[in-house]
């Protein structure tokens, strides 16, 4: 049995029973691979009940205000595929009358739709014979085949696409590329996959050369900077707060925060309340300061890790543009002030 058609046997007996698969609405497919781009089924699953719930088609999600969109996604991380997701939606169906791109090409051209993407969507909706080469797609080729191009290089995208594509059936792209991500996702994982029960053993020439866990290879470091928030939850006389929309361009970009002070380094709590100080003492009659949390919570994205720390700020008399904490609660956060705001600690 040949290596496509022992990943397809090996799959139908294995495969996860996932609500994106028992379909071929490209709307609910092309949803699935928005979430799970850089994240796990089991966290992208409650979110896509949660849209196809509240949003059953692309009108529904088209018609949406942002703010609900990103609410929605609220947890789930690199916001802009949400902001992308939604501003996709809308074009598909004023510009579209609703209905999807029938192939690859034409897939491609959407905002927040790329190759990998537009492949899944066209091979699972349409039958389209092209492949899917995401990281689990990398590791099981590379593995399989020996492959010892940097995954992270410019080249090795053409390189296993080209690979892929020769091993593709062409009568049965769509179920071809589901057993092999999930082969990648389930059985020929990062860290120590049991070789010993692997259908592909016998083939697999990592596993011969004994460099099942020097493969798939990947030199290029992601850099990663590191920043230092200080938020500063101010309270009034009704214990009303203050939040700010995010709308500059970086991460988080259209959610809400609290009003933030970022320092170059971290410093101690002492100069923050000089910096609260400095900054608001001018504006508003400051009774009390107070850190509500002793260490920095360290939120970690992709590029970026971020050092949070929380301080309350009691002032005289009633801000301006403040609101309730019930009222606040419904605006989208990011998570880990969302986490902290829930906590309730101010």
């Not at 860290?191 to 697999?204: A, M």
């Not at 866990?213 to 101010?234: A, G």
């Amino acid at each position: 049995m040949n290596f496509s058609n022992s990943l397809i046997q090996w799959y139908l007996k294995n495969k996860r029973n996932l609500p994106w698969r028992n379909t071929q609405n490209p709307y609910h497919i092309w949803l699935s691979e928005i979430m799970l781009q850089q994240t796990r089924v089991a966290q992208g699953l409650p979110y896509f009940l949660s849209f196809t719930d509240s949003f059953p088609t692309v009108f529904d999600l088209a018609n949406a205000d942002e703010e609900q969109v990103l609410k929605l996604w609220q947890g789930l991380g690199y916001y802009s595929r949400a902001r992308n997701l939604h501003g996709t939606a809308k074009y598909v169906a004023s510009e579209l009358g609703g209905i999807f791109p029938d192939n690859y090409n034409d897939l491609l051209k959407l905002k927040g739709v790329g190759e990998y993407t537009a492949a899944a969507i066209a091979s699972f909706s349409y039958d389209e014979a092209v492949p899917v080469v995401d990281g689990n797609v990398f590791r099981v080729l590379s593995r399989y085949f020996d492959v010892e191009t940097d995954i992270a290089s410019s080249g090795a995208k053409k390189e296993f696409t080209e690979l892929a594509k020769e091993l593709i059936p062409k009568d049965k792209p769509a179920i071809f590329n589901q057993a092999i991500m999930e082969f990648g996702a389930l059985q020929c994982v990062p860290k120590n996959p049991n070789c010993e029960i692997c259908v592909l053993n016998s083939g697999c020439l990592a596993l011969k050369y004994n460099k099942v866990s020097e493969l798939p290879v990947k030199l290029k470091k992601t850099k990663v900077r590191n920043r230092y928030f200080n938020y500063i939850i101010f309270s009034d006389e009704n214990q009303d707060l203050i939040i700010r929309k995010r709308i500059e361009k970086g991460i988080w970009h259209n959610l809400y925060e609290f009003p933030l002070l970022e320092t170059e380094a971290d410093t101690d709590i002492l100069n923050v309340f000089d910096l609260i100080h400095n900054k608001y003492g001018e504006k508003i009659e400051i009774l009390s300061i107070k850190p509500l949390n002793e260490s920095r919570i360290i939120h970690k994205l992709s590029h970026q890790h971020l050092h949070i720390r929380f301080f309350k700020v009691v002032v005289k008399g009633i801000l301006e543009g403040a609101i309730s904490y019930e009222s606040m609660i419904s605006y989208p956060f990011p998570i880990v002030i969302y986490n902290f705001i829930e906590k309730k600690m101010f």
